[in-house]
Every structure is written in C-alpha cells, then in structure tokens.
C-alpha cells in the first residue's frame, strides 16, 4: 500500500507541476496582450477627460487624455516618490474643470523642495495618462494624512484630508513639461513578464520528478 500511495503521490505532483506550467504560459499570453494594449495607448493621441464621476477600470488606466480647468491653490499634496532622478516626492493638485474636479500629479520634486513646488493657479490645460487611485500606502507604509505623510496616491484620502469634496475616483499624471518643476512625464509603464522562464522551471520540476521515478521504479523491479 505504501508504494501505491507513493506513486498516486508522485503522479498528482508531476501533473501539479505541468499544470502550474501551463497556468504560467496562460499568464504570459494575458501579459503579452496587456503590454501592446498599454503600448497602443501611449501611442494614440489624447482624448477628452470623462466625467469626474465617472469610474474607471484598469483596462482605462494610461489611457492619454486631456483636461482644461482652473487649478485649486493651497491645497498641494506631495507623496513620496522614487524616480529616474531620485527620491523626492509628486505634488498632486486639484483642477476643478467643467465636468467635475480631478487630482492631477503634476510631477515630480526633489525631496528638498517639500513644501516648496512652484503653486499652479489659474486656467490650465492638462494632457497626461490617466491613472487609478492607490489606496492605502506604500509597501509596509500606510498613509497617515493627519500627518501629512503619504506614501501613494490615495485619492479618496487625499480628497477627504484636504476636504475637497467630490473628486474623480482616479487621477492624472501630468506629461512632460520641459525643465520645469514639478517636472512630469516620468510616469514608469513597465510590466515585468517572466511567466516563460516560471513556466520551463514548472515543466523541468514536472521532467525531473519524472524520470526520478521511474529510476525508483526500474531499482525496485531488480
């Protein structure tokens, strides 16, 4: 009985493996679909914002768009930031338009201009990548708004800290906007894809078990 056990045990592991490996070739297709979808839209042009109403879904996120109103003064948020030129921190500003109020990231900061970034007033028009709201904080940092210590792009915490009222329930990353400050455009779209190199070690684990049982088996038949 324990051999049988052992070889049921050993066949569920192989077909575990192979399954697993073909559970990851499945996730390198949706991958590879996503990333020229997300390619598509970065190389279309900007489209008009939606409503500040309305809810977004992934499959809207980096999306170019364009947005025109009047930006909100005193109400900056800086949220800490890693980027191409270092740790600093993005400024996010409400810009009320005439479909309703939007956070915008209006980029990037060094970390000693905290506080500090050139306010945004009046008229502006925005064209940037729409982005959904972080919620929470960051990786084993949570928000702590009474502080004014953020570590995503919380909107909705945003919005209630800074009592903004009804705001869109995602926001805008703000395009490049030459050697100003903030300075925007440093938006990172990558996605990691090694579901084919997870997917060969799967199989080889499922091979390797493989043929370790049937050396067991060809030893025990001797």
Same mark, same amino acid.
């Given at each position: 009985?324990?051999? $049988?056990?052992? =070889?049921?045990?050993? @066949?569920?592991? @192989?077909?575990?493996?192979?399954? #697993?490996?073909?559970?990851? &070739?499945e996730r390198r297709t949706w991958k590879l679909? &996503?990333?020229?979808?997300?390619?598509?839209? #970065?190389?279309?042009? +900007? $489209?008009?914002? +939606? +409503?500040? /109403?309305?809810? #977004?879904?992934e499959d809207d996120?980096?999306? =170019?768009?364009?947005? /025109?109103?009047?930006?909100? %003064?005193g109400h900056d948020v800086y949220v800490k930031a890693?980027?191409?030129l270092g740790g600093g921190y993005w400024v996010m500003t409400p810009l009320d338009t005439a479909n309703g109020r939007i956070l915008i990231n209006r980029g990037f900061v060094p970390a000693d201009m905290r506080g500090r970034a050139p306010p945004?007033?009046? %008229?502006?028009?925005v064209?940037? #990548?729409? =982005? &959904? /709201?972080? %919620?929470?904080?960051?990786f084993l940092r949570s928000n702590d708004p009474a502080a004014g210590r953020w570590y995503s792009r919380? $909107?909705?915490?945003?919005?209630?800290?800074?009592?903004?009222?009804?705001?869109a329930p995602w926001f805008i990353d703000a395009g490049p906007n030459g050697s100003d400050w903030p300075r925007g455009g440093l938006t990172? $779209?990558?996605f990691r894809n090694a579901h084919l190199s997870y997917a060969l070690t799967w199989f080889a684990m499922a091979a390797l078990l493989a043929v370790l049982a049937w050396r067991a088996m060809r030893k025990r038949a001797r």
């Open positions: 009985m324990k051999g $049988v056990a052992a =070889r049921a045990l050993t @066949i569920a592991a @192989i077909l575990g493996f192979v399954a #697993l490996g073909i559970w990851q &070739l679909a &996503l990333i020229e979808r997300v390619d598509a839209k #970065l190389a279309a042009a +900007p $489209v008009a914002a +939606p +409503p500040a /109403s309305k809810t #977004l879904t996120a980096y999306t =170019r768009i364009t947005a /025109s109103g009047r930006y909100l %003064p890693l980027t191409a945004a007033a009046g %008229p502006a028009t064209t940037g #990548l729409i =982005r &959904l /709201s972080e %919620p929470g904080g960051g919380d $909107v909705a915490a945003i919005a209630a800290a800074q009592r903004l009222g009804a705001v990172v $779209v990558a």
